[in-house]
């Protein structure tokens, strides 16, 4: 029994548990499915590329997707403490300032405008460059300053030779222009939620966290949500909350769990024999992601990251990081990038790109003749496609259904084909040339605007930012309100990503743990 039942150890779940668990009249549990933190991997920034497969992820995959011929895309969702921010790619970027203002003046959530979650970022970081109005120097968030590669710099230099303007920080105001990445590290080694928030919080004797629990789902009593059903050798156990059970799985998880707690749409439910507690149609509607493709390139030598493909340079990067910190293994690899139009209508960038300097490195890419290359990718900010998350069965260990629904609307097919040729003609630039041996994929052959569409629908991919299934508004017809309770039942919150009424123009780690730093202050009112 606790005062607050956290469902979800992720980027917000540590973050809950860490907050409410400050005070030391409340009574706190945090339920994971996943194990604890301990694979080496999660730590060593340059580690995330061994997380899309394995045990520490769902292994989800999307359904066929009828714009992109058919394939499904692996689509890897974490399975362990500190969810996302455990096995991302640690990029730290926020969003524009007119991303959360639309939650406010579009969505009806009032509360959630730039102004009002800007001290919510600050909060949380922990900057160890930046200061002033727009960063927190002292919070629990490592967010650290790389030292990029010299194939990183020399794609800036292109970035700034094609048009773009150099932007020293993407998170100041101003996104548009080309730069480097921070990332959510701190002395080298990664800043997920579960290190920077859980594990000082560990000690409080009011705070409890579970592992490797199977959920079943929310117990509700007369339209109130009272505790958790878990799963402890074949058998349900019940775990009873004294004020309110928040829902913290993210954007595939939490619509599951609320679909097998008998809330969602009626007639999906009753077809996989689950009890109708409470109709709730946009329950799992609405997602959004960023579909991105690759362009790849062939260099003329192993001037990037390749080379530590070979044992001899994985033992010389392994002394170096274990004397110094330094070197590969303390990068994200994702050092670079930036944001740019393909829209002029749009007010604000709606393309951004991540350049790795090597290639083989996303899931799904080969490598390149000759053995070295790079990795310039792009996706639409805003996309206009919306897809769902449903329920395949009414048993908790069955996939749900995700369809992604990519590039279901035209618009945002030609964004993803200007993307790819902004992309080209960065690599194409002088600065980049001495480098560059050819642009690998797309081949020469792609010429005309439908070789360009099919080509994006052939190589079109997740870029792990699912939102949107627990949509936050201020009318009926939205999942949750403004202070995330679900419409309809007593004591229940969802606290994730699937709140965000429409994605963020950027990765979307930050703007989840922003969420959870103002969802603790909403808890605590």
Not at 176 to 204: C, D, H, K, M, W
Not at 256 to 281: N, T, Y
Not at 398 to 412: L, R
Request: one cysteine or more; charged letters at 20%; proline letters at 6%.
């Amino acid at each position: 029994m606790a005062d607050y039942i956290i469902i979800g150890g992720g980027s917000a779940g540590c973050v809950l548990a860490a907050r409410l668990s400050e005070d030391p009249d409340i009574s706190v549990m945090l339920i994971e499915s996943g194990p604890r933190d301990r694979n080496p991997y999660i730590h060593l920034p340059v580690g995330f590329f061994r997380m899309t497969a394995g045990p520490l992820i769902w292994g989800y995959q999307t359904e066929a997707g009828r714009q992109i011929e058919g394939r499904r895309l692996v689509y890897p969702q974490a399975r362990v403490l500190g969810g996302g921010s455990s096995i991302n790619a640690q990029v730290y970027t926020r969003g524009c300032a007119e991303d959360f203002d639309g939650w406010r003046d579009r969505d009806g959530c009032e509360g959630w405008g730039y102004r009002d979650v800007l001290p919510y970022f600050r909060k949380a970081e922990g900057n160890d460059t930046f200061g002033g109005e727009c960063h927190g120097c002292d919070g629990p968030l490592g967010v650290s300053s790389q030292t990029p590669h010299p194939l990183s710099r020399a794609f800036v230099q292109a970035g700034q030779d094609a048009g773009l303007p150099f932007n020293a920080d993407f998170n100041a105001g101003r996104q548009e222009g080309i730069g480097f990445y921070q990332t959510t590290t701190r002395n080298g080694r990664r800043s997920s939620t579960a290190v920077a928030y859980l594990r000082p919080a560990e000690t409080r004797p009011n705070l409890t966290v579970r592992t490797g629990q199977t959920i079943r789902r929310i117990l509700i009593e007369n339209g109130c949500a009272v505790g958790v059903e878990i799963i402890e050798a074949g058998r349900p156990v019940p775990l009873r909350a004294e004020r309110e059970v928040i829902v913290t799985a993210g954007a595939i998880g939490s619509p599951k769990l609320l679909m097998l707690s008998g809330l969602g749409p009626a007639e999906m439910l009753r077809g996989h024999g689950i009890e109708v507690l409470r109709d709730l149609p946009q329950i799992g509607r609405n997602l959004q992601d960023h579909t991105a493709v690759d362009v790849i390139g062939a260099l003329r030598g192993p001037f990037g990251i390749d080379r530590y493909k070979q044992r001899r340079w994985q033992l010389a990067a392994g002394l170096e990081y274990a004397l110094f910190r330094k070197g590969p293994v303390a990068s994200n690899i994702v050092e670079a990038g930036g944001y740019w139009w393909s829209d002029r209508d749009e007010a604000t960038p709606d393309i951004q790109m991540h350049f790795l300097p090597g290639a083989g490195v996303e899931e799904g890419i080969g490598t390149v003749p000759g053995g070295h290359g790079c990795t310039l990718n792009s996706y639409h900010l805003r996309p206009r496609s919306r897809g769902s998350v449903t329920l395949s069965s009414g048993d908790p260990w069955s996939a749900p259904c995700i369809d992604t629904n990519c590039f279901a609307e035209s618009y945002d097919l030609e964004r993803a084909v200007d993307g790819i040729k902004l992309c080209q003609d960065i690599l194409s630039q002088p600065s980049f040339g001495r480098y560059l041996r050819k642009i690998h994929l797309p081949g020469p052959e792609i010429r005309s605007a439908s070789d360009y569409r099919t080509f994006a629908r052939q190589h079109a991919r997740t870029s792990y930012h699912p939102v949107g299934t627990c949509r936050m508004g201020g009318t009926e017809d939205a999942v949750v309100d403004p202070q995330l309770r679900l419409r309809g039942i007593d004591r229940l919150r969802v606290c994730d990503s699937s709140v965000m009424p429409r994605l963020v123009s950027a990765n979307t780690n930050a703007a989840t743990i922003m969420i959870a730093e103002k969802a603790a202050d909403l808890l605590r009112i």
